[in-house]
């Protein structure tokens, strides 16, 4: 199996912190050179590991904002 790679291009916050010290995350990455996309998902500290997570593009990104606007979360 190939290595997979990844470049944070850019930190943008982290969401949350397990007591573990794992924190889900959401950056720009650049995977295996690729173009940056926003990413979320769980990193171990000093993101040695990575959890499951989720990749979007753009578009994807402004769809989401939209649906989540329209939420009431009152």
């Known amino acids: 199996?190939?290595?997979?790679?990844?470049?944070?291009k850019e930190?943008?916050?982290v969401i949350s912190e397990a007591q573990?010290?794992?924190?889900?995350q959401v950056n720009m990455i650049s995977w295996n050179n690729r173009?940056?996309?926003?990413?979320?998902?769980?990193?171990?500290p000093e993101r040695e590991k990575a959890g499951k997570g989720i990749t979007l593009t753009k578009e994807e990104v402004i769809k989401l904002r939209d649906y989540l606007n329209g939420l009431n979360l009152d």
């Open 1 to 8: 199996m190939p290595d997979i790679t990844y470049e944070v």
């Open 11 to 13: 930190e943008i916050g």
């Open 20 to 24: 573990t010290g794992w924190t889900r």
């Open 35 to 44: 173009e940056p996309k926003l990413d979320i998902r769980d990193w171990a």
